[in-house]
């Protein structure tokens, strides 16, 4: 009897204090350090952190969820406004890194007025975290693609120009720092024109998609080429250094992505393909064509090559399905032979235009030359340059 009296009482008071822990537990969770923190402070530690880090926050527990989903807009408002402190100013002559944060790709993509609130201020209303997470993708998208056409241009640039190659050093150490630092230096006057790009072609989506509810939007291309002029008669393309910058650099991205597509596809039928990717995509399809030839140089190095199929061979002939349903989009009509994509469609054609109505025919643009080795120089330019030409 002892001893079971023994066993009793041992168990009654475990019983009593796993009750105590749980309620101890409870009430601790219930007055949380974070559900503590004052509303301004909490936003404040959130706004500091990357995103994946918030999102990791908000599921680690309810309570914490649900005050991330409470303080979302304030969250998301603080998150940008942190970084435009920490930069404050952009520009396209390279002097900022191509790390810095979306503060400068959200002046260009402001969040859409919230569709309950016409007519109503709601300064934070729209903004969200996956507003964030859009804008994080599409920086990433310009850092990637600045970075694959710096990449393309200046080991073509050393390969091909007479100066650089009697220039260019034996030593592979200072070929690889030339080579890295006229990469960077790229890579940092293309980041921003870029991205001015994507606006572009965003706005251009939205004006067509608005513009003709019928379907039949590239049945008057004039009508499509006057809209796209309007676009870069407006911000930020007003300022004529940014809107020649800008064509500068989607001249270069053509004329880059012409030559690494041939010799599958010709000079002259690359113009309608890199048309049909700007017209299918903003810009994430040209940066899989960048990628696909970065898997087959890797394929390459290590000995794996092989001459019958490639990551750049197989996204051409994706390209095609692409194609044939550009065409079925066009409907049933006799024009559609003249409807298919060409270069002058997007952007080209309206940049000319706009060229013209400002008298910017012929034209400079400041810091459009990049040094690489020496005397041999990279330029960001088109046709209608001063000396464009000459050496």
Known sequence: MTHTHFI?????????????????????????????????IFVMI???????????LSLS?????GRVSKLEFAIAWAYIQLRKQKHPGHCIDGSLSPGDDIAFVSELFPPPPPHYSKGVAH????????YLGDLKRCWNTCIRLSHHLADHVVAHHL??????????????????????????????????PIAYAVFFLESSASSDSDSDHSGHRHKNMASSIERQQSILR???????????????????????????MGPEIPHSSAKSWFSLLLTTSTMERIVSFFVSIAKDNQRKRKGEHDSTWSHRKEFLWAMRWDLNEY????????????????????????AQNEMDRRGAIPHTVQDSELHVLHGSIVRLECEYCYDCYDE
Request: aromatic fraction near 8%; hydrophobic fraction near 35%; proline fraction near 2%.
């Open 234 to 260: 407006n911000a930020p393309f007003d300022d004529t250094h940014i809107f020649l910058s800008t064509h500068h650099c989607m001249q270069l991205l053509f004329s880059t992505v012409q030559r690494l």
């Open 46 to 56: 959130l706004a500091s952190c990357d995103l994946k880090d918030i999102g990791s």
């Open 159 to 192: 390969e091909t120009s007479t100066i650089a190659q009697h220039l260019w050093s034996s030593s592979q150490t200072e070929k690889e720092v030339v080579y890295s630092k006229a990469v960077a230096s790229l890579q940092a006057k293309l980041l921003y």
């Open 123 to 130: 300064d934070n209303a729209s903004y969200s975290l996956g």
């Open 327 to 350: 065409n079925a989009s066009l409907g049933d009509h006799g024009e559609q032979s003249d409807l298919e994509p060409k270069i002058n469609h997007i952007w080209f054609q309206a």
């Open 61 to 65: 527990c309810r309570a914490l969820h």
């Open 8 to 40: 009793h009482r041992v168990r009654t008071v475990l019983r009593r204090g796993k009750r105590g822990s749980m309620s101890a537990g409870s009430k601790a969770s219930k007055a949380s350090g974070w559900e503590r923190l004052p509303s301004h």
